[in-house]
């Protein structure tokens, strides 16, 4: 006998729903979020359970590596892509696990990709530098907005980057606003040295992959922007075409055209959100180093506005990397600015 299972996951417990080869359904619990219950409540179909279905929820890590650990085939269903079962007009998790093992066992599951336990510690690690690296942002546009409201004055990019606690005693004549450029200052120096901590623990193991080294020959790709493309985007080949990546990393507009008219939108959040800030990041940095592409965004500036040039540019760019990635090949301008 052929099983099937679907789990509907939450904070603090999950719900099983099993069902056979035919669609019926044989077995039904809620459980608390606790591995050893999940597999107690597995044991006894183990043999017949041709695979398991997970919706990837924010906090699927521990299920997924745990049922895998222990033999299972298990799926990451995509729930941005899931229908929801026609027909119900009442849903709950019962109902919800039970149709995730039912998209399985009729195969239309819309599957999210499961990244390798081996490097996902990295790729989340550079994500909360991501995280720390906006906090920074805000605290300096903090401060810069202190400063333009007491004086009128305004501060460059350059200037706030190197803000002493010298300089703010110059800067600010009452001893409250003092205090608080003091306070900001100390806790943008300590997120400095939180970032530089983990891009030394990052670059000493990515910087040997062959993908890395091909990454950085793309001008304005240095080394965290490589190393957070080549993870975000895991295997190359689950891409079947180059369109397919260019949706994944948010570099294509979601509307939907008929006749040129608009019948639509899409959702705008699908697709990855860490690969569509790298490649916007990666165009502005590939204006500085790369002359064609400067004089390609230009062009394209004075027909579109800044916006469109830069998130074009950004599309552009990230052609060009599944390329690179797919083929073991070297960045060539010539290619994307012919």
Not at 27 to 49: C, E, H, I, T, W
Not at 326 to 332: A, G, I, P, R, V
Request: hydrophobic content about 35%.
């Amino acid at each position: 006998m052929k099983y099937f299972a679907g789990i509907d996951l939450h904070s603090n417990n999950h719900y099983i729903g099993i069902i056979d080869q035919e669609g019926k359904k044989i077995f039904q619990n809620k459980v608390a979020n606790d591995l050893d219950l999940s597999l107690a409540n597995l044991r006894a179909f183990q043999k017949g359970l041709k695979g398991i279905v997970v919706e990837s929820t924010y906090n699927w890590y521990w299920l997924v590596d745990g049922l895998m650990d222990k033999g299972y085939k298990v799926h990451l269903a995509n729930p941005s892509a899931i229908q929801q079962y026609s027909g119900l007009k009442y849903s709950d998790d019962k109902s919800d696990a039970f149709w995730l093992a039912e998209m399985l066992r009729l195969n239309i599951l819309p599957e999210g990709y499961i990244f390798p336990k081996k490097w996902r510690g990295i790729r989340d690690l550079l994500r909360k530098r991501s995280l720390l690296v906006r906090y920074r942002t805000s605290l300096r546009l903090s401060f810069k907005g202190m400063f333009v409201s007491l004086t009128g004055d305004d501060l460059s990019r350059r200037e706030l980057q190197k803000i002493t606690d010298e300089d703010i005693e110059g800067l600010f004549g009452d001893i409250h606003y003092k205090m608080s450029g003091h306070c900001l200052n100390k806790v943008i120096g300590e997120i400095n040295n939180q970032i530089k901590k983990i891009e030394t623990m990052v670059l000493k193991k990515a910087r040997l992959t062959e993908d890395y080294h091909n990454l950085t020959s793309v001008p304005g790709i240095g080394d965290i922007l490589s190393i957070t493309i080549m993870l975000e985007t895991g295997p190359i080949g689950r891409f079947l075409q180059v369109g397919n990546y260019s949706s994944y990393c948010r570099c294509v507009s979601s509307k939907r055209l008929s006749n040129d008219k608009r019948k639509g939108k899409g959702n705008a959040k699908n697709g990855n959100r860490y690969l569509a800030w790298a490649y916007v990041e990666a165009s502005h940095f590939m204006r500085r180093f790369c002359p064609e592409a400067q004089r390609w965004h230009q062009r394209k500036k004075a027909k579109s506005g800044n916006i469109v040039a830069t998130k074009t540019l950004s599309n552009k760019i990230a052609r060009a990397c599944y390329y690179i990635m797919m083929d073991k090949t070297l960045f060539d301008s010539k290619k994307l600015f012919h």
